[in-house]
């Protein structure tokens, strides 16, 4: 199986997830990252500890801000929290998850001494982020990583996609993960299938791994599927 666990209190699987985490000897092996609401420092730095102990960790490899929130104290109350739970060693690294251009600018004008590491967004084939928040992540040093990388199943019948990935002998799976690689966005995926799972690794791994053309690309970046991008959303609300 991979070795990245992305959960969140709200998708009420951490107690199962600590008791994967408890079965494997090595710890260090996995990334774990979670997720807290956007609701100011004290619910933050409680929720960050109720994490912790549902999971059976004493720190998390990424700690992120689930949403923003509209409300700059609450905003910047939780990242003052994150950033504490970095300096006490409580997550390696802190981020957040559906900023849009918008609530990444907001979170600047705090001039917290620590930025983001990540932002975490609804991203795959048809639906990538615009270049502004692209080119305003790469300036601050924010990674851009891509939940539901595979458009939750709907880009992969994409006559482009199937089309690419019969000339390169791979699944169209295979072939939407990589272009992300390319792009240089990291990937959070997931699947409750075992061969879904080797299937989306292989691409990573050395010996299966491989590269699409810019033939390929320019196919890929023309691609057009219904997109609802959360963080544009949000930021719009």
């Known amino acids: 199986g991979g070795h990245g666990i992305d959960t969140a209190f709200v998708y009420k699987d951490e107690?199962?997830?600590?008791?994967?985490?408890?079965?494997?000897?090595?710890?260090?092996?996995?990334?774990?990252?979670?997720?807290?609401?956007?609701?100011?420092?004290?619910?933050?730095?409680?929720?960050?500890?109720?994490?912790?102990?549902?999971?059976?960790?004493?720190?998390?490899?990424?700690?992120?801000?689930?949403?923003?929130?509209?409300?700059?104290?609450?905003?910047?109350?939780?990242?003052?929290?994150?950033?504490?739970?970095?300096?006490?060693?409580?997550?390696?690294?802190?981020?957040?998850?559906?900023?849009?251009?918008?609530?990444?600018?907001?979170?600047?004008?705090?001039?917290?001494?620590?930025?983001?590491?990540?932002?975490?967004i609804y991203a795959h084939v048809g639906c990538m982020p615009d270049k502004p928040l692209v080119d305003y992540c790469a300036e601050h040093g924010i990674r851009i990583e891509a939940y539901s990388p595979l458009g939750r199943g709907k880009v992969l019948t994409d006559p482009t996609l199937t089309g690419i990935a019969k000339r390169h002998s791979k699944s169209p799976a295979q072939v939407a993960l990589q272009y992300l690689i390319q792009k240089g966005i990291a990937l959070a995926f997931t699947t409750t299938m075992p061969e879904y799972m080797r299937d989306n690794l292989s691409v990573v791994q050395p010996g299966t791994a491989f590269k699409l053309n810019d033939t390929d690309i320019v196919e890929l970046d023309a691609v057009n599927v219904a997109c609802e991008r959360p963080h544009e959303m949000l930021s719009q609300a």
């Open 15 to 120: 107690e199962s997830v600590g008791e994967a985490i408890a079965a494997v000897s090595n710890r260090s092996s996995i990334f774990v990252t979670t997720k807290v609401p956007s609701e100011g420092f004290q619910s933050a730095s409680d929720q960050a500890a109720a994490n912790r102990k549902q999971l059976g960790v004493d720190s998390v490899d990424l700690l992120l801000v689930h949403f923003p929130s509209p409300n700059l104290d609450r905003l910047y109350g939780t990242w003052e929290a994150l950033v504490n739970e970095a300096k006490t060693k409580h997550a390696t690294a802190i981020g957040v998850s559906n900023f849009a251009l918008a609530d990444l600018k907001n979170l600047e004008r705090m001039n917290s001494p620590v930025r983001p590491a990540v932002n975490q």
